[in-house]
């Protein structure tokens, strides 16, 4: 059972890894979270996947604009969801615990102005 999900987890990286080019990653820490990231057009595509972006540790990150749920891989010994959150939001995207600044969602597109979630 052990080594069913061990080689499940491996095609995986493989998949994902070569889709963005990042370095060796170890299976057994890598692991594959989705979270709900706020967002309107595919110019904030390109923004909220851009924040994760060619960071050692980080395997994939893949924001779907219907669903606006964001897919992430990445190297848990190197990252945590909360910093991956925190990362987003500082590039002018809400998620649902991490806000971005009033300041850097004006400066985002006119198109991008997505609705803000409340609280
Ligand atoms: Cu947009």
Redesign the pocket.
């Known amino acids: 059972m052990k080594k069913l999900k061990l080689t499940t987890g491996l095609f995986l990286a493989l998949l994902t890894v070569s889709s963005c080019g990042n370095n060796a990653e170890n299976a057994e820490n890598t692991v594959n979270e989705s979270f709900k990231v706020y967002?309107?057009?595919?110019?904030?595509?390109k923004?909220i996947e851009g924040a994760l972006k060619d960071i050692d540790g980080i395997y994939s990150a893949d924001w779907d604009r219907q669903t606006k749920m964001m897919a992430v891989s990445y190297d848990k010994t190197k990252h945590n969801q909360r910093e991956l959150k925190e990362k987003i939001s500082k590039v002018g995207y809400d998620t649902e615990d991490t806000k971005s600044t009033a300041e850097t969602y004006d400066q985002?597109?006119a198109?991008?102005h997505?609705d803000r979630p409340e609280k």
């Open positions: 967002g309107n057009c595919g110019m904030c595509e923004t985002l597109p198109c991008c997505y």
